[in-house]
């Protein structure tokens, strides 16, 4: 069946680069997702790529896709402590029935 | 106001108690989620429904139960809560546009005692 992966945690310096990284077993995949939920609240959606694309750039955030590998990323540069938050990767098959959730990767900024 | 409004925030209830979590939206979308969150295991979907005569079970449907009382409300049930069942629970609507992904709500914390 469908399934998302991601690391569980990332701890990066203030002012360095974070990447998170996640694989998805779906080949008909039409839409990835990287979603933020911060302590308290629900997800948020930080920015989608749809499958033809290979790259999608949006201020601070850098969002790679290799569908051949089933690899997204998400590149968040000059992390900030605002950034500190649970990152969910997801993908909406081409059912379009719903969307599946990774385990969601906790970054944590050191000072 | 916000777009998709869950109650409660927090609910404490005991093993064996029906339970009704709340949700509500003013986004007009047709399709409405239930997931629940764990620690390390992300989000699993509960139920979905895309207008208020449909209902699908999720991944995890087994001692839950919903209703889609109109097009902006779909509340989930636990008619006999037990300690599992202690999560964060998440409603999300969608418009079916796949540029859009989900709106979620703040999420209901239940912890069954």
């Known amino acids: 069946g469908e399934d998302v992966e991601q690391s569980l945690f990332l701890s990066v310096r203030e002012g360095d680069s974070s990447v998170i990284n996640c694989t998805y077993t779906?080949?008909?995949?039409?839409?990835l997702y990287w979603y933020k939920q911060e302590p308290g609240a629900g997800l948020q959606l930080l920015t989608y790529i749809f499958s033809n694309m290979d790259m999608k750039q949006d201020q601070r955030l850098t969002v790679l896709l290799n569908k051949k590998d089933k690899h997204l990323s998400l590149r968040i540069a000059d992390t900030q402590t605002g950034d500190s938050a649970i990152y969910f990767c997801a993908e909406r098959g081409s059912s379009a029935s719903k969307i599946i959730f990774g385990s969601g990767t906790r970054l944590s900024i050191r000072p | 106001d916000a777009d998709v409004t869950q109650t409660p925030r927090n609910r404490i209830t005991k093993t064996g108690k029906r339970i009704m979590l709340e949700c509500s939206q003013t986004k007009g979308h047709d399709r409405m989620y239930w997931y629940r969150q764990d620690p390390g295991l992300g989000l699993r979907l509960i139920y979905y429904?895309?207008?208020?005569?449909?209902?699908n079970k999720g991944e995890i449907s087994d001692g839950y139960s919903v209703s889609r009382q109109a097009q902006a409300k779909f509340s989930l049930s636990l008619e006999s809560a037990i300690p599992n069942q202690t999560a964060l629970y998440f409603c999300a609507t969608s418009g079916g546009t796949g540029e859009n992904g989900y709106t979620f709500g703040s999420g209901t914390r239940l912890t069954v005692v």
């Open positions: 779906d080949s008909s995949s039409t839409y």
């Open positions: 429904s895309f207008d208020v005569k449909d209902i």
